[in-house]
């Protein structure tokens, strides 16, 4: 199996300790990582950590998602902070998260456009998808851009479906680029959270295996589908989860897989612009990548490993 471990400069949301272990959250990773045991080395990593998110500091790692492992943690250099912040640029006027009770929500109001009115991303752009047809078309040819099936395919890179551990924030953002550039219709994004402990994102991977997969944010593309001549209906472009749209509540319910973890909760949601491309400290600030230049990096990352 491809080694999952990878390097890159990231930044801590959320330090959470546990009775038994101590969890890291990155904005730019949706997996719940720990620190490798390994003695004075993982003490000194644990430090640089616990310091980097007190100062609000970058850090240089090196991790494993598919272990949900950190590895090693080194300080960045003055010239590297700089040139780190300089091209971290935030979405302007990013939208307020909202706490739910998933189970308690009305799918038959909850799914509307008309509920979520206030959503102010949704006035900037009115080219709406038609019908579900049309939506379940723009699916399809997403799926199809998985690496799994080997190609050939009509969007590069392809899209790691078929790892649903992590990199949900770079198939949302290719995903947006497909809505957006070849069909031509709007495109936000929806992201899911679960930040106090103990609670997790927790889904059962069934495309991919059977194994359950646990997240501390989730995202993906989503479309206004129009029902009839009033109505418009909120869903989800997932293939990494299911086999078509699937409405917003679904969507989220999904993400509470009892049988996964008895802890699976999602805490808050946030619909925001589709340039949204990763949570920047958790649910109230997003970072951009408005040329694709990470995602299609962590898309190369990804695309020969798999969940299960």
Request: charged share 25%.
């Amino acid at each position: 199996m491809p080694s999952a471990r990878e390097s890159g400069t990231l930044t801590l949301a959320a330090i959470r300790k546990g009775k038994r272990e101590t969890q890291y959250l990155f904005s730019e990773k949706q997996s719940i990582l720990r620190v490798a045991a390994g003695g004075k080395a993982s003490r000194d990593t644990a430090t640089l950590l616990r310091e980097a998110l007190r100062k609000k500091l970058p850090v240089k790692v090196q991790i494993d998602t598919r272990e949900g492992v950190i590895h090693r943690a080194t300080a960045v250099s003055g010239r590297e902070l700089e040139e780190f912040r300089k091209n971290r640029v935030l979405v302007e006027k990013p939208e307020k998260p909202l706490r739910l009770n998933v189970s308690s929500l009305d799918p038959t109001l909850f799914n509307t456009e008309r509920f979520h009115r206030k959503v102010r991303c949704f006035r900037h752009c009115r080219r709406i998808i038609p019908d579900y047809k049309k939506a379940k078309k723009i699916f399809d040819f997403c799926a199809k851009q998985t690496c799994s099936l080997g190609g050939p395919f009509q969007v590069t890179p392809c899209i790691p479906f078929q790892y649903v551990i992590d990199g949900c924030y770079a198939r949302a953002h290719k995903m947006r680029w497909i809505i957006t550039e070849k069909y031509h219709y709007c495109c936000e994004k929806v992201f899911s959270f679960a930040i106090p402990w103990p609670d997790t994102l927790a889904v059962q991977a069934s495309k991919w295996g059977g194994c359950c997969v646990f997240w501390w944010y989730h995202v993906a593309p989503l479309v206004r589908v129009r029902l009839g001549r009033w109505a418009v209906l909120l869903m989800v472009i997932d293939p990494g989860m299911f086999d078509k749209p699937v409405l917003l509540s679904t969507w989220l319910a999904a993400q509470e897989n009892k049988n996964c973890s008895t802890n699976a909760k999602v805490t808050q949601f946030s619909i925001q612009p589709g340039s949204a491309y990763a949570p920047n400290g958790g649910p109230t600030s997003y970072i951009t990548d408005p040329n694709y230049t990470a995602t299609d990096a962590t898309l190369l990352a990804y695309q020969n490993l798999v969940t299960c």
